[in-house]
């Protein structure tokens, strides 16, 4: 694919898609790598991805939340310092699913859902999109969404509102912002075995891994690099003409 030598973004680096989307691009660009900015809020989960990744690799390292817009203008920022201009953004940060109904579901914990999936969301792109046209040419931003934004699930109402509104905003960037030539897609994988993923939702009770078999035509779990694939396709040229798209990973669920 199309990567070498590009300025790539990736929010939610330091596990899951977005490490594994880190490690796929800087695997397959090593004789012109693609400059990776790689930022998550575990300073540890960060280290470890920044140690995996090829001696040949270009990254850099940021430790910030992305609820935080003032630390997403500097993310940006200092990727355009670097490097001039920014060619893509996978934006993975957030938080996992937490299976709770909705009688037990507080202000508190919508709130906090919501910011961490959608205003970070937010916060990065109108980031990005504040640049000149020449510092942004022709960028690709691809963002985590999941297949509960689309079909939703019982005792996920919370978190399938965040995921689903990540698909709604995606769509409607890619009206706004085709005309100065950014292209704007989104993914929605389910049953993806990563980190944080793995244990964390529960859907009616049941265990996901245990489950999968019987939810997927394919009777497995998907994997963070099969995600990652997918992302490195809508942020390379190869995928050019494809914007407000949602890629659904799901193992044809």
């Known amino acids: 694919m199309s990567l070498r030598g590009r300025v790539i973004l990736i929010t939610g680096a330091g596990s899951g898609v977005g490490r594994a989307a880190a490690l796929h691009i800087a695997k397959r660009t090593v004789h012109n790598p693609a400059k990776l900015f790689l930022a998550d809020v575990s300073s540890g989960g960060l280290r470890e991805t920044l140690s995996m990744l090829p001696p040949e690799a270009v990254a850099y390292g940021t430790v910030f939340n992305s609820s935080d817009s003032a630390a997403c203008r500097e993310f940006v920022m200092d990727a355009v310092k670097k490097e001039g201009r920014i060619d893509g953004a996978l934006l993975c940060a957030g938080m996992p699913a937490m299976a709770m109904p909705i009688r037990e579901t507080s202000d508190e914990y919508f709130q906090q859902v919501m910011t961490a999936n959608v205003f970070s969301l937010f916060a990065t792109i109108r980031a990005i999109v504040a640049l000149p046209v020449s510092q942004t040419p022709g960028t690709s931003i691809v963002a985590v969404s999941s297949g509960v934004g689309i079909e939703g699930a019982a005792d996920l109402s919370a978190y399938s509102a965040t995921k689903a509104a990540v698909i709604g905003f995606c769509k409607s960037l890619a009206k706004e912002l085709g005309p ?10 389910a049953y993806i075995q990563a980190g944080r993923e793995r244990g964390a939702m529960a859907m009616n009770g ?39 798209s949602v890629m659904e990973i799901d193992g044809g669920k």
């Open 180 to 189: 100065r030539g950014m292209r704007v897609n989104a993914l929605a994988p």
């Open 206 to 244: 049941e265990d996901v891994g245990r489950s999968a078999s019987e939810r997927t035509p394919l009777g497995r779990m998907g994997q963070p690099e099969e995600v990652a694939s997918a992302a490195a396709f809508l942020l390379s040229g190869d995928s050019s003409f494809i914007s407000g």
